[in-house]
């Protein structure tokens, strides 16, 4: 079950990072802010939750976001 989870995990990673190559190949990056969003994800046996949600455990709440701008400080 978890192997599956990683899988899929990897192939969107890929993918993503397929489209931001792209994007400095092309030289679109200077004028692109990318943005992805996810949902709340796959339980993994955390407080015997496997792939559903049926409780509000913060774990099970929280919502990833990931953005990509050209000349952005982290914080």
Do not use: C
Not at 11 to 24: E, M, S, Y
Request: hydrophobic share 35%; proline share 1%.
């Amino acid at each position: 079950m978890v192997s599956h989870y990683y899988a899929a995990t990897t192939f969107v990673d890929t993918q993503v990072g397929k489209v931001l190559n792209a994007l400095g190949r092309l030289d679109l990056k200077q004028n692109t802010i990318a943005v992805l969003f996810g949902d709340h994800g796959n339980g993994l046996g955390e407080r015997d939750s496997f792939f559903a949600k049926g409780n509000l455990w913060k774990r099970s709440l929280r919502t990833p976001i990931e953005d990509s701008e050209t000349g952005a400080r982290g914080r």
